[in-house]
């Protein structure tokens, strides 16, 4: 079973707790909760759920092409963006992926699901993650056939400077550059999308269920080639979003104030996290989402027994263990409001007096 964050529904019962007793630092969603028009329209909704959803979502695609003033043709929407992880092996069929690590630990699932070979390229950690395109291409075999990577990086947040995946797609040629920009809408300056139009071997993965707050719903997007964009359509699934879900995507689109409220305060609460989490000794790497991924002190317990000490009190952690090239010592912790980190630095303190004073 692979490992991801959440598990609310689990530690619920597990435990015997209430949600509102549950501070799930695990999964990295916007501590805003979702937009209030959202919830509106999705109670004005609830009468079309008797009816079938859109085939392909063509309302969702037309409102995405306003709110990025692109074609529809460049821009497919889908249930999550997971399901277009799936989609794009299938029907693109690459024969030999390199996955820039440390990354989302369903790329890999999906292709092999087409029997794709995969290479693997490890961003360092103890150089903060920094990528270099000349590292990239001389891992490069001559089969390669897509590159995969995530800007802002998960579970480092460290974002990448544009130009230089810009830079990367032109010395690709013809191997597809795939840039899951999960997270991107936390520091939209990252992002390509402006980009898909004038490049044909460049994707980009969207979710709206980090930054708006609606990972029950399952929402994301893809934005592509013409050519790409067409083919992937053509292979997915029918009626793979609900109306429930078209409808809050639309929504969230139209949220503006809800956009900016959330770029002012995510980099207060997050600089503020971070202060505290660095007065406990912990290495913070410098990231740009909402999120923070943290090296534990070697005189510290493993992060899966941090995990399992301070899950009894409702706080769900998530280890990186499972994220190559980081090991037992590595934590990745959501942004979530300023009382909920408060309480978890506090628990974590509780620990650092015992561990320090070991």
């Known amino acids: 079973m692979r490992v991801h964050g959440g598990g609310v529904d689990a530690a619920m019962h597990e435990l015997g707790l209430g949600r509102s007793q549950i501070c799930d630092f695990s ?3 916007n ?3 979702v937009p209030p028009g959202v919830q509106q329209a999705l109670q004005q909704a609830l009468g079309r759920i008797t009816d079938y959803p859109e085939i392909d979502g063509a309302s969702l695609r037309l409102e995405l092409a306003r709110f990025h003033q692109l074609p529809e043709a460049h821009l497919l929407p889908g249930s999550g963006s997971t399901e277009l992880i799936y989609l794009l092996p299938r029907v693109l069929r690459p024969r030999r992926a390199l996955l820039i690590q440390p990354g989302f630990g369903e790329y890999a699932p999906a292709l092999q699901q087409v029997g794709c ?3 693997h390229f490890s961003l360092d950690p103890q150089n903060n993650f920094a990528f270099n395109v000349s590292d990239i ?4 075999q001559p089969h390669t056939d897509l590159v995969v990577l995530a800007n802002p990086g998960n579970p480092s947040g460290v974002g ?3 130009g230089q995946l810009i830079e990367l797609a032109d010395r690709l040629g013809d191997c597809r550059l ?3 920009e999960a997270f991107v809408d936390f520091c939209p300056e990252r992002s390509l999308i402006s980009r898909v139009v004038e490049r044909q071997n460049l994707l980009l993965l969207r979710s709206m269920t980090k930054f708006y707050a609606i ?3 399952r929402a994301g997007y893809l934005a592509g080639s013409a050519a790409d964009i067409r083919l992937l359509a053509a292979g997915r699934e029918p009626w793979s979003l609900s109306n429930l879900a078209i409808v809050a995507a639309r929504a969230c689109l139209k949220a503006e104030t809800f956009q900016l409220r959330t770029l002012e305060m995510i980099p207060r609460l997050r600089a503020q996290f971070q202060q505290g989490l660095e007065q406990l000794g912990w ?3 410098a990231g740009e989402a909402n999120y923070l991924l943290c090296r534990l002190p070697d005189h510290w317990p493993p992060a899966p027994q941090i995990v399992t000490q301070l899950r009894p009190q409702g706080l769900l952690l998530r280890s990186c263990c499972d994220f190559l090239p980081l090991d037992r010592r590595y934590l990745r912790f959501a942004v979530l409001r300023e009382e909920q980190n408060l309480f978890l630095l506090q628990a974590l303190g509780k620990l650092a007096s015992v561990c320090d004073g070991a």
């Open 27 to 29: 999964a990295s969603i």
């Open 31 to 33: 501590p805003l909760g």
């Open 117 to 119: 070979q995969i290479d």
């Open 137 to 140: 291409l001389a891992v490069l």
């Open 160 to 162: 990448i400077v544009p």
């Open 178 to 180: 795939l840039v899951d």
């Open 215 to 217: 990972p029950g719903l």
């Open 283 to 285: 290495q913070v790497f």
